[in-house]
């Protein structure tokens, strides 16, 4: 399990998992419950540069940023690290 730390928007971690490039599981912790979980479950299954390359950039309110975007801003550094 991977966790990452958001800035800036109500959850204050995403755990995830990764195989074969397949998003297997996503849990937010904390922010708007049926936000992060209909994100979660929309995203399960989903290849790691697909779900990069549609959620990344959305933004909540004038955050400039939102719970999707640090889940793309998570799977980026994922990418990154292995």
């Known amino acids: ?22 998003i297997t599981n996503v849990q937010f912790v904390g922010g708007c419950n049926g936000n992060t979980q209909g994100v979660s479950a929309l995203i399960k299954g989903m290849n790691i540069d697909e779900a990069i390359s549609r959620i990344d950039g959305i933004k909540c309110g004038a955050r400039g940023t939102s719970c999707p975007d640090q889940l ?9 690290s292995h």
């Open 1 to 22: 399990m991977n966790t990452y730390k958001t800035s800036g928007v109500c959850s204050r971690e995403i755990h995830f998992e990764v195989e074969n490039d397949i």
């Open 72 to 80: 793309a801003r998570a799977l980026k550094q994922y990418k990154q």
